[in-house]
């Protein structure tokens, strides 16, 4: 997959598959996305059993196997010379709605919201879908998530809510999905 320059903001981004020398740095941005996203959201108690160490190890055993039904884009940052996001997707694990494709996990760093990045992560994951032969892909976010209406603006289509146990405590997601 060829690097995409994404944003209109003159901020130097690229878009291109995850390679095995970007886990350490993706384990970083997973955690430390929880923590800008959630903090007093989910309970700091919770937040503090997130480890990069942890995080490193299930990438390395995930990536492997993603290959085959899906895949994970990274944004690096050429300013950071860094990994400042990424969306992890693949087929639907979920078939009660009947959409193929879902996005598992997508994250940006806090100081690269709103500059266009995350529209171009959701139009590179549509076109991903499309090579895969998959016509339609959803997402679950928490409703308290401050970035949820994100998912609005790149015209995701909100089907229903549901309750979600996190560390003994409920919380409510939302289901958006696509139509490609």
């Known amino acids: 997959m060829k690097s995409t320059n994404t944003s209109p903001y003159n901020i130097k981004v690229k878009i291109r598959e995850v390679s095995a020398e970007d886990i350490k740095s ?9 923590w800008e996203t959630y903090r007093n959201i989910i309970s700091e108690s919770y937040l503090y059993t997130l480890k990069y ?20 884009l990274v944004v690096y ?10 969306c992890d997707f693949g087929k639907a694990r979920e078939h009660e709605h009947g959409f193929s494709g879902e996005v598992y996990a997508l994250y940006l760093l806090r100081r690269y919201q709103g500059k266009g990045i995350g529209r171009a992560i959701i139009e590179q994951v549509k076109l991903e879908f499309k090579k895969r032969r998959i016509d339609s892909f959803y997402l679950w976010v928490l409703k308290d998530n401050p970035t949820r209406n ?13 309750p979600i146990v996190m560390d003994e405590k409920e919380y409510i997601e939302d289901l958006y999905y696509w139509e490609i």
């Open 77 to 86: 940052s050429e300013e950071e010379d860094d990994i400042v996001g990424f």
């Open 150 to 162: 994100f998912y609005k603006n790149v015209e995701g289509i909100y089907l229903k809510s549901q």
């Open 53 to 72: 160490t942890d995080r490193q190890d299930m990438w390395e055993q995930l990536l492997p196997r993603r290959a085959e039904d899906g895949g994970t």
């Open 26 to 34: 993706l384990a970083r941005v997973h955690v430390d996305c929880w």
